[in-house]
């Protein structure tokens, strides 16, 4: 085999690989790290820990040539490297289990905007004219959990999924 083939086949392999690891577009890597806000959806799902974390979009099937956008998951590194690797004991994580842990993460990051509805009501307000004495009492309760709720978020940056679930019960519509 003469040097040159082999410099040739180093080459057309490497431009193979390199091709085939082609990642994410930056448009898709814009949607879903603004969709997850980067939290880790193995941190979430099995710690707890909904903090945004350090970390890499993940391919869930673990095929680095499917970059479609219900493929990518953020993962912290930790997390990233234990689902991509094998492990020499016990149960690899799954695939089953990250997309149902991104599902869970999705939905609870929806409950923990509090203001969602704002642009809503305001609109409601307007159409109406005025929002009535009885509605307005019945909104109080919630302003107070939602003050105390941004309190927690701003002193320890970190609500608890407790606190974000109490302020999802606690401020759901009258
Ligand atoms: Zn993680």
């Avoid at 945004?52 to 930790?78: M, P, V």
């Avoid at 997390?79 to 690899?92: A, E, I, L, V």
């Avoid at 509605?135 to 309190?151: G, S």
Wanted: charged letters at 25%; glycine letters at 6%.
């Amino acid at each position: 085999m003469s040097d040159s083939f082999l410099v040739a086949q180093i080459v057309l392999s490497y431009g193979t690989v390199a091709k085939r690891r082609a990642n994410f577009t930056k448009g898709i890597q814009a949607t879903v790290l603004f969709a997850c806000k980067r939290r880790c959806a193995f941190c979430f799902g099995l710690d707890g820990d909904a903090s945004s974390k350090d970390g890499q979009l993940a391919h869930i099937d673990r095929d680095n040539s499917n970059n479609s956008e219900s493929n990518a998951a953020w993962l912290c590194f930790k997390h990233h490297n234990d689902y991509d690797g094998q492990p020499s004991q016990g149960k690899r994580l799954t695939k089953g289990e990250l997309l149902r842990h991104r599902k869970a993460l999705f939905v609870y990051l929806k409950q923990v905007q509090p203001w969602t509805d704002t642009h809503l009501r305001t609109m409601d307000r307007k159409r109406k004219g005025k929002t009535s004495l009885e509605v307005y009492n019945a909104r109080i309760p919630i302003y107070k959990t939602t003050v105390e709720f941004l309190r927690t978020v701003a002193k320890d940056l970190r609500p608890t999924i407790q606190d974000s679930l109490k302020f999802a019960r606690e401020s759901a519509h009258p």
